[in-house]
T-cell receptor
Framework: QKEVEQNSGPLSVPEGAIASLNCTYSDRVSQSFFWYRQYSGKSPELIMSIYSNGDKEDGRFTAQLNKASQYVSLLIRDSQPSDSATYLC????????FGAGTTVTVRA | NAGVTQTPKFQVLKTGQSMTLQCAQDMNHNSMYWYRQDPGMGLRLIYYSASEGTTDKGEVPNGYNVSRLNKREFSLRLESAAPSQTSVYFCASSEPEGSPKIYNEQFFGPGTRLTVL
């Protein structure tokens, strides 16, 4: 059984700060890694995908992957109230395995 | 381009009743998935279909059946609903034709909120 663990929340950050989300996974054969954002009552929305070690930046979001440490993270720079949501980490070697999610609240 | 659509959006059943949740995608994806989401437990895979005509069990298949009707449609059936099946159900699809399977970027429908009394 694959396990994907996310840092426990909720995480509260002031507007304009950096939100840091962490995720570890147990399955070494995972090849693809994703971050989904889920607003309350809505479906998960893919915001980042990363496949190789290192950093990947997309706007205010940066994903970091370290396969040797089985660790993937998401940084949200200049956090906005609209970033308040639950963030789900997922890994895949074909089927996705999800973490339980970390709820982020950005305080105005 | 509607993406992934699901019907119904809400449903209330009595224990023992049956129902089918419908899902369709218009992105020409090969793979489709059914998940359930319960508070504090993330998303758990019920069944998936890697291609038209094939289906496989996921993490929590008991009490469910699926049908991949064609490339676009993937339905989930509850034959005899139980209160433990109260959950939010999401359908997802991935793998555009010609895309390597490892990428597996999945796109989700809006969900069905099911309550079993």
């Amino acid at each position: 059984q694959k396990e994907v663990e996310q840092n426990s929340g909720p995480l509260s950050v002031p507007e304009g700060a950096i939100a840091s989300l962490n995720c570890t996974y147990s399955d070494r054969v995972s090849q693809s890694f994703f971050w989904y954002r889920q607003y309350s009552g809505k479906s998960p929305e893919l915001i980042m995908s990363i496949y190789s070690n290192g950093d990947k930046e997309d706007g205010r979001f940066t994903a970091q992957l370290n396969k040797a440490s089985q660790y993937v993270s998401l940084l949200i720079r200049d956090s906005q109230p609209s970033d308040s949501a639950t963030y789900l980490c997922a890994t895949s070697d074909y089927k996705l395995s999800f973490g339980a999610g970390t709820t982020v609240t950005v305080r105005a | 381009n509607a993406g992934v659509t699901q019907t119904p959006k809400f449903q209330v059943l009595k224990t023992g009743q049956s129902m089918t949740l419908q899902c369709a995608q218009d992105m020409n994806h090969n793979s489709m998935y059914w998940y359930r989401q319960d508070p504090g437990m993330g998303l758990r895979l019920i069944y998936y279909s890697a291609s038209e005509g094939t289906t496989d069990k996921g993490e929590v298949p008991n009490g469910y059946n699926v049908s991949r009707l064609n490339k676009r449609e993937f339905s989930l059936r509850l034959e005899s609903a139980a209160p433990s099946q109260t959950s939010v159900y999401f359908c997802a699809s991935s793998e555009p034709e010609g895309s390597p399977k490892i990428y597996n970027e999945q796109f989700f429908g809006p969900g069905t909120r099911l309550t079993v009394l």
